[in-house]
Nanobody
Framework: QVELVESGGGLVQAGGSLRLSCVAS????????MGWFRQAPGKDREFVAT????????DYADSVKGRFAISRDSAKKTVYLQMNSLKPEDTAIYYC????????????WGQGTQVTVSS
């Protein structure tokens, strides 16, 4: 079991940057692959980025490659999403999630943090 709390969202102009943080509670942070997802108004939630347990492997949605970077700090039980060159289409609620290999899916989700990019 893990609880996730996101922070770092806000309002930024196009071309700007934000760094999202997701702090996990519980003792088993290192066993989880972690991911970031987002949901824009009127759209389905979509995958943004993921990082393996040890942080050696990452993957990104095509729409954010080269602009976003996911990382994790096991000592702080935190996963980050550095977002650069933001575009208005990046506007969404961003969610952090932990992948449960027992369940075979992202079983644990944070409450989300709003990111708004103005043109």
């Amino acid at each position: 079991q893990v609880e996730l709390v996101e922070s770092g969202g806000g309002l930024v102009q196009a071309g700007g940057s934000l760094r999202l943080s997701c702090v996990a509670s519980g003792r088993m942070f290192d066993v989880y692959k972690m991911g970031w997802f987002r949901q824009a108004p009127g759209k389905d939630r979509e995958f943004v980025a993921t990082i393996t347990q040890a942080g050696e492997g990452t993957d990104y949605a095509d729409s954010v490659k080269g602009r976003f970077a996911i990382s994790r700090d096991s000592a702080k039980k935190t996963v980050y999403l550095q977002m650069n060159s933001l575009k208005p289409e990046d506007t969404a609620i961003y969610y952090c999630a932990a992948f449960s290999y027992g369940h075979g899916n992202y079983s644990y989700w944070g409450q989300g943090t709003q990111v708004t990019v103005s043109s």
